[in-house]
């Protein structure tokens, strides 16, 4: 605890006690501290009522602690305020009505709590006010209520706040379409973050040359009609999720030409026909995740938007100094997400790995033989094209695909023996060719070995031990006691996890593998959880 000795220093001007183990009851005496100009007791255990400093503190951070009941009304007559963070609290109960007087408030974080009642113009998100948006202030950088229970349409006076560079409106439940100034209202805005809510309409074609978009979120809701072109605009743009809304549209070919774009998910929409692409065309230069899932995509896979892929081929041709694609507005983190199918499941990535690289084209109607030119791949992650009309072969050139950690084939009409070249991905923890026509015996002597049945069900002319159906001149293994069953399970499910873990030990080819160790746990160290698939 602290004692109400330190409140006899009467000349403090700044008080430093975050990141300790504080705990108990701030003394009230802090309230005499006249000259107190900051003070910091972020990061400790304090519980019980928030206690107010004097009215000349400028900066008050208090976050990450247990602050408990309401906000007092006497926070308003701290004139001087112009930095109050007090987000993960447990403060409830309804906001100080003087709050929006308090002029002089630059930085507000007030998420994570309990609060409710009237919602003012401040940073609330993750708390469970409802009714329409509050208009920013005109002055405002960042604006974010996301995670409420927010309603209506968006107001298209929210477009005054032209020094905007960062609006989360996401998880509430807007409707109506989008004001057509929210794509060209200001050159500062970076990201526009709408997704999970009731939008619909088309989207507004008014993108400007003098934006500056990062990300533009606005997956999950009821958008339709084609793509607005005036994209191209966006020379900044990284990343573009459109997933999950009822867009027709061709595959926006275009999009290749904007020099920065990292990810691009179109998952769940109506766009078909890949056009040719030129070999040489020099598009998505820097691209490391594409999902192109549950669309009516048709035809060959496009082999030369493959080869097109530089930041897959080399994952150093697109890389960033930094771990994560985050973005810092002034003292405040804002972590892009994105939500990616991995070994078969729907996945939010809370934070995006900036060497995380996939391919997503499952759920379309993709004809015709697996382009060898994928094998070029060599930073490829994860490759799901189950759930096509594929056939010919497996190529064995997707044995270059070294850093290779789940493959999904399954649900095509490929057919032929299984590539050797397969077990010798040392990194490979999922694979799926179940549901096809692949003939000929399983490979025995490498990784493919470990594997269970599920990964090759559903290929009538498949043999070898880990089937039902004996090769021939395979001797019958007599049937396995309930003991050995349990050993032999045991066995595989071992050498299954110690050979994933043994790959992740020794690292990616660049030396970086932090991230994927995450998916054999259950909960990954690197901020993911697992959605419910749903419909829009």
């Known amino acids: 605890e602290i004692s109400s000795s330190i409140c006899q220093l009467n000349s403090l001007l700044y008080l430093y006690l975050f990141n300790n183990n504080l705990s108990g009851n701030i003394p009230p005496c802090f309230g005499n501290m006249t000259n107190l100009f900051y003070l910091d007791l972020s990061n400790n255990k304090f519980q019980g009522p928030l206690l107010i400093p004097p009215p000349s503190t400028s900066h008050f951070y208090a976050f990450n602690n247990g602050f408990t009941g309401e906000i007092p009304s006497s926070i308003c007559q701290m004139r001087s305020l112009r930095y109050l963070y007090l987000y993960n609290n447990n403060l409830s109960g309804n906001l100080p009505p003087c709050f929006g007087d308090m002029t002089n408030l630059e930085y507000l974080a007030l998420s994570s709590n309990k609060l409710q009642g009237p919602l003012p113009r401040s940073l609330l998100s993750n708390n469970k006010f409802g009714g329409p948006i509050p208009l920013p202030s005109p002055f405002s950088f960042l604006y974010s209520i996301a995670c409420n229970n927010l309603i209506g349409k968006i107001p298209s006076l929210i477009c005054n706040a032209t020094e905007l560079e960062h609006l989360n409106l996401s998880e509430n439940g807007l409707t109506g379409s989008l004001p057509s100034c929210l794509t060209n209202f200001g050159s500062n805005l970076a990201v526009l973050n709408l997704r999970m809510n009731h939008l619909e309409g088309t989207i507004p074609q008014s993108f400007s040359q003098r934006n500056s978009l990062s990300t533009l979120d606005l997956s999950r809701n009821q958008f339709e009609g084609t793509l607005p072109l005036s994209l191209v605009n966006c020379k900044h743009l990284e990343i573009l999720d459109f997933s999950n809304n009822r867009i027709e549209d061709t595959f926006p070919i275009w999009l290749g030409t904007l020099p920065k774009l990292k990810v691009l998910i179109l998952r769940s929409n109506n766009f078909k026909d890949v056009v040719n692409i030129p070999m040489e065309a020099h598009l998505f230069p820097k691209l490391h995740i594409l999902d192109l899932s549950s669309n009516n995509f048709s035809g060959p896979l496009p082999a030369n938007l493959i080869m097109n892929l530089k930041a897959m081929i080399n994952c150093r041709n697109g890389q960033d100094k930094s771990m994560y694609m985050t973005r810092i507005f ?194 990954p160290k690197w901020l993911t959880r697992e959605k419910k698939k749903t419909t829009q």
């Open 330 to 523: 002034q003292s405040t983190m804002y972590e892009n997400s994105v939500t990616v199918s991995i070994k078969g499941k729907e996945i939010e990535l809370e934070r995006i790995f900036t060497l995380f690289t996939t391919i997503d084209l499952s759920h379309n109607s993709f004809q015709v033989d697996i382009p060898r030119v994928i094998g070029n791949l060599r930073s490829l992650i994860g490759l799901n094209l189950s759930h096509n009309h594929l056939t010919g072969s497996v190529p064995m050139t997707l044995g270059n695909l070294t850093n290779l950690e789940w493959l999904d084939l399954s649900s095509n009409k490929l057919d032929g023996v299984i590539p050797r070249q397969l077990g010798d991905l040392a990194f490979l923890g999922y694979l799926n060719l179940s549901k096809n026509q692949l003939t000929g015996r399983i490979p025995q002597d490498n990784h493919l070995s470990t594997f269970s049945n599920n990964s090759f069900g559903g290929n009538p002319g498949l043999c070898g031990t880990l089937l039902p159906k004996a090769c021939s001149g395979d001797a019958q293994p007599p049937p396995p006691s309930s003991s050995s069953s349990f050993d032999h399970k045991g066995h595989e499910s071992w050498f299954k996890q110690k050979e994933v873990w043994i790959g992740y030990a020794s690292g990616m080819v660049i030396g970086i593998s932090i991230a994927y160790i995450a998916f054999e746990t259950r909960r």
